[in-house]
């Protein structure tokens, strides 16, 4: 999947003042790329990655998937390609914590009517690839903080998308623990052949990055 932004702009009406989150916006993400998006908190990272999921419209410009203009998306056609062709790993991980890691993976296969048989053997298969084929039956409580993210990624894995997207993935880890799940995704994007777009203000993260862009106050630039 590629994507493309052309002077992509998002503002806020905040009483009577207008906020620009982003202004004009113009990045690339290639194809099976690792693209990293590196700022401080507030720059307007996680505003960018909810337009480029389609989680959000912007004021003005565009989003292209592979040439498209996604304004011409219906809700539906939006809903379906955030289900089959993208992944999302956050921050805080949005695990439900009444479930176990499987049921948490299994999520978003049973929204695109998989088979049980079909959700419990890719479920499995992910947590062993993430190490925790030992953990299945546990709930988030029971888990620790890398671990949850470990689930956290598996489940962005479950419908086999094309890029994942990843808000802050290590914002909540110990350094150690950080670098694993750096490796992680590194891993899916190289060997598992996928695009990933890493939102962080982790300087550690460049390193392993194809492409960095650098935002601040909702203005960006690659960095090389």
């Known amino acids: 999947m590629r994507i493309k932004t052309l002077d992509l702009t998002k503002t806020y009406q905040v009483g009577s003042s207008e906020i620009t989150a982003l202004d004009k916006v113009n990045l690339e993400v290639g194809e099976k790329s690792f693209t ?10 996680s505003t960018l990655l909810n337009l480029v999921g389609l989680n959000d419209h912007p004021t003005s410009g565009k989003i292209l998937i592979d040439s498209v203009d996604t304004s011409q998306f219906s809700a539906g056609e939006r809903r379906k390609i955030r289900l089959s062709r993208m992944g999302f790993v956050f921050q805080t991980f949005n695990l439900l914590p009444t479930l176990s890691a499987v049921e948490n993976v299994e999520l978003p296969m049973a929204l695109a009517k998989k088979s049980r048989k079909e959700q419990r053997e890719a479920t499995v298969r992910l947590l062993e690839m993430v190490g925790l084929g030992h953990r299945l039956a546990h709930r988030p409580k029971e888990l620790s903080i890398g671990e949850m993210q470990r689930v956290s990624i598996a489940r962005a894995l479950a419908n086999d998308p094309e890029i994942v997207i990843a808000d ?3 914002g909540e880890l110990d350094s150690k623990t950080a670098k694993e799940i750096i490796t992680l995704l590194v891993e899916i994007s190289k060997k598992g ?30 960095e090389g």
């Open 193 to 222: 052949k996928k695009t990933v777009v890493v939102a962080t203000h982790d300087e550690k993260v460049i390193e392993a990055a194809d492409i960095v862009y650098a935002i601040q106050d909702g203005k960006v630039k690659p």
């Open 36 to 45: 990293v998006i590196v700022g401080p908190s507030g720059a307007g990272k």
């Open 168 to 170: 802050e993935p290590t």
